[in-house]
Nanobody
């Protein structure tokens, strides 16, 4: 199992930026991703990155605005969020895939989840 701790959430005005961090510990993992869940809605995929090669994947709703990256030495994944919109308001969760056998755009492709960090965008 991988232990994940998110940080960096907060309140920001529309058009502003935030950077989320997720520090991992425990088992070795192959990929990490970010998901988000707004009140009354299902959890949805945001972005993912393979740990060794650094290949990135993005949901259409965040392409061109969000950037996922990782620091292998720190076992940390980041989500740089720019040009934030009110509809980006959600609890953001990081996730780790240990075996990398599933689809990284689906929550079923991950083994471990963080506790979540709140992002609120005011319009």
């Amino acid at each position: 199992q991988v232990q994940l701790v998110e940080s960096g959430g907060g309140l920001v005005q529309a058009g502003g930026s935030l950077r989320l961090s997720c520090a991992a510990s425990g088992r070795t993992f192959k990929a990490m991703g970010w998901f988000r869940q707004a009140p009354g809605k299902e959890r949805e995929f945001v972005a993912a990155i393979s740990w060794s090669g650094g290949t990135t994947y993005y949901a259409d709703s965040v392409k061109g605005r969000f950037t996922i990256s990782r620091d292998n030495a720190k076992n940390t994944v980041y989500l740089q969020m720019n040009s934030l919109k009110a509809e980006d308001t959600a609890v953001y969760y990081c996730a780790a895939s240990v075996l990398f056998t599933g689809l990284l755009s689906e929550d079923s492709g991950y083994d471990s989840w963080g506790q979540g960090t709140q992002v609120t965008v005011s319009s």
